[in-house]
C-alpha cells in the first residue's frame, strides 16, 4: 500500500488545493451503516470531495438514481431500464439510451462503495476522484497526457 497521506501532501503541492478521495469497492456491506439516499450515485462523492469526510455507501444509499445503481453494481441493467428516473433522463435528451446499454458496471452484488479522503486511506482504493479547476486539469493533462476524461453519466468513471 502506498503511502497516502504524503500522496496528499504531494498532489496539494504540485496543483494548490485540491480534493481527492478514493474509491474502495467492498464485497460486503457488513459494518456499514447506511449513509442515506442521495438524488444520484455521484452525490455521495461530490460531498465525500466538499467535506473531507468518508462516506461508506451501501445499496439502499444508491437508490436515488437507477443509472447509477445499475452501473455500481446495486441493480440490473433491467431494473435501471424500467425505473421511471431512467426514462426521464431518455426523455430530457441528458443520456440516449444506447449509450445507457453500453455503460461499464461493477459486477453485480457489490457490497459497498467507500469514498475516503485521499489522506485517510488505509488501502489502495480502485480509483482517486479529484476535484480540480480548469487550471489544475491542464496541469493533470499535461503530466498524463494518455488521460481520457468520460462524458454521461458521470457514475461511469468507478467501473
Not at 428516473?85 to 440516449?96: C, K, R, S
Not at 468520460?150 to 467501473?159: D, F, L, R, S
Request: aromatic share 4%; proline share 7%; glycine share 6%.
Amino acid at each position: 500500500m502506498s503511502d497516502y497521506a504524503s500522496l496528499a501532501r504531494r498532489l496539494e503541492a504540485a496543483l494548490g488545493a485540491s480534493e481527492a478521495v478514493g474509491v474502495v469497492i467492498q464485497a460486503s456491506d457488513r459494518d456499514a451503516p447506511p449513509t442515506g439516499a442521495v438524488e444520484a450515485s455521484c452525490v455521495h462523492w461530490s460531498k465525500a470531495l466538499a467535506t473531507g469526510s468518508t462516506r461508506r455507501t451501501v445499496a439502499a444509499d444508491h437508490a436515488g438514481c437507477s443509472v447509477g445503481s445499475y452501473v455500481h453494481g446495486f441493480a440490473t441493467r433491467e431494473q435501471a431500464a424500467q425505473a421511471e428516473d431512467t426514462a426521464m433522463l431518455v426523455a430530457a435528451g441528458w443520456v440516449e439510451p444506447e449509450a445507457l446499454a453500453e455503460l461499464p458496471t461493477l459486477p453485480a452484488g457489490t457490497g459497498r462503495l467507500d469514498y475516503v479522503p485521499i489522506a485517510e486511506l488505509e488501502v489502495d482504493p480502485e480509483l482517486v476522484l479529484l476535484s480540480l479547476s480548469p487550471e489544475q486539469l491542464m496541469a493533470v493533462q499535461a503530466a498524463i497526457p494518455a488521460l481520457k476524461l468520460t462524458g454521461k453519466p458521470q457514475c461511469q468513471v468507478v467501473p
